[in-house]
Structure formats: C-alpha cells, structure tokens
C-alpha cells in the first residue's frame, strides 16, 4: 500500500472569498497579540450530494460560501472510478478556491488501465496559508478493499504544517471508522493521540495543533474521550449526519487546548454532501 504523499501549492489569486460566513471583528489583533484563523471540516462524500448527484460544482460553491483559511475534507477521490468522473476532487477544489492543497490517500490502488493514474481514495487539507510541510501517517484501519480485513496499521492521517502570518500552526485531518464495534476506533484514537504528542515533544515551543475530520461517533462516546484531555471540542450547536434532518454529531473541529482558543462554531445547512461541513473561529495564540 502506498503511503506517497502529494502536496500541490495553488498560488492565491483572488483577493478574499465569499463573506457568507463573515468573520467576526477581533479586538487588538495586532503584534502579540492572537491571531484569527477559521477552519471547517467536510466530508464531501466522492463529490456527491444528499442527493447521490456528482457536482463539483455544489460543492465548490459551498465551501467558498465558508470563507475558510483552513478546511479538511473526507472520503475525496482521485482518479477513483465512475461515481466521480475519475477526476482528482481535490486538486480541483484547490484550484476553484485559489488554495493550496494536500493530499494523503488512504488506498492507493493500480489504475485499471496501463498509464493511467493511480486510483487514489483518502482525506485532504486545503489551505490558504503557504504549506511548508506535509506527511500520511498511519493509523490503525480495517480495510474495504481486501476479503476478510483485519486491523491493521495504514495511512489516511494527513498532516500539515502551515505558516498563519508568522505562526507554525498543526493541521490534521482524518476519517475514523464507521462501524458500530468502536474497537477499531479505539485503536485509531490512540494512534492519533501519540502522533499529536510527537509533535509536542518536550523542549519545543507552543503548537499549536488543529484535528478536523469525520469520528464517526458522537462527542460523548467512550472512544473518543481520550481525545478530550489534550483537545478542546468545538461545539457547533447542532448535528451535522445525515445533511438532510440530521440527528447525530459526527464531524469535529478540535483544537489544542493551551495553544489554540475557540471563539464561535456553526454547522451550515447544505445538502450538497451527505454530510453538513463545520466552520470555526479561532484564535491561534502567540
């Protein structure tokens, strides 16, 4: 299985996105003092909406109605199959938003025919901040692509190191399990709380670290709880699975707690995925 990264810098060339979501004023922002920064999370179901419909262009069109620095995306293809025209879905919403883009692929596949690209599946960041580094870490998985899977260690944790006007800021994405046995989430909430820690290994200044991703579980269920001692939850006020009627929480934007404070959190109401995305603003202390 590969574990290839791909990072693509997109150069900015718009001036700021649609205000939507406007963000809120903050007083004294100057030097010292914290630094705003709004993040979402999505997952984008291949580029399909509530209505099992591929189009790109919705979901362009909703992510920019975020106005976003930082956004996370799930269950992305590229160069997967039919049910997303074998296009790259995350270069392609790089390049419609004017942002940076990094892929990790969770199953990176043969193509199906000589020459083509590989057929990729996985998370992504997209990014209006410079990237200046990225990795697909492994976390343990059960795999849906091979008979009888057992749990085992695979890639599909991105990571992103971003500069926001001068601060190094942590950018994580995932996608955990979604069967009802919370075991293998278990294992993957573990797996991420010791690679968030080798970033804050003794000795370094403040990180600043930001996971965003689909848990598959609601905040109060026993295997994300091990989560919550290093990490803030940004509370949304509402639920975000299924998009239309939804009832449960499953998509999160958490933050470090010491280095990273949350100012206001929103789920917006779109049927444009299966999932509703999450916006956050935060303020990255210095």
């Known amino acids: 299985m590969s574990l290839r990264r791909r990072t693509v810098e997109v150069l900015v060339t718009a001036g700021l996105l649609g205000t939507a979501f406007a963000p809120p004023a903050v007083a ?10 709004r993040v979402a999370t999505y997952n984008i179901h291949a580029g399909a909406g509530m209505d099992d419909v591929f189009d790109l262009d919705r979901q362009a069109a909703e992510l920019r109605s975020l106005d976003a620095d930082v956004i996370g995306l799930q269950e992305v293809d590229a160069h997967w199959g039919t049910r997303s025209e074998w296009r790259d879905l995350a270069a392609e919403l790089a390049e419609r ?23 990729e599946f996985g998370v992504a960041v997209l990014s209006r901040y410079r990237i200046v580094s990225a990795e697909n870490h492994e976390i343990t998985r059960l795999s849906t692509q091979v008979p009888d899977p057992v749990p085992a260690p695979a890639p599909g944790f991105g990571e992103v190191v971003v500069r926001v006007k001068g601060l190094p800021v942590h950018v994580y994405v995932t996608h955990l399990d979604y069967r009802a046995d919370p075991s293998v989430r278990t294992a993957q909430v573990a797996d991420t709380r010791r690679i968030m820690a080798e970033d804050r290994a003794p000795g370094r200044q403040r990180v600043r670290q930001i996971l965003l991703g689909d848990f598959n579980a609601a905040p109060s269920a026993p295997e994300l709880a091990p989560l919550w001692r290093e990490l803030t939850d940004a509370e949304p006020g509402g639920p975000t699975y299924p998009a ?3 009832v449960q929480r499953i998509d999160y934007v958490a933050v470090s707690k010491d280095s990273v404070r949350v100012r206001d959190a929103a789920v917006a109401e779109t049927l444009a995925s299966d999932h509703r995305p999450v916006v956050a603003d935060l303020l990255l202390r210095r």
């Open 28 to 37: 004294g922002e100057g030097p010292g003092r914290a630094v705003p920064l």
């Open 244 to 246: 239309q009627d939804p």
């Open 97 to 119: 938003l004017d942002m940076r883009v990094s892929f990790a692929p969770v199953y990176s596949l043969d193509p199906e025919t000589p020459g083509a690209p590989r057929r």
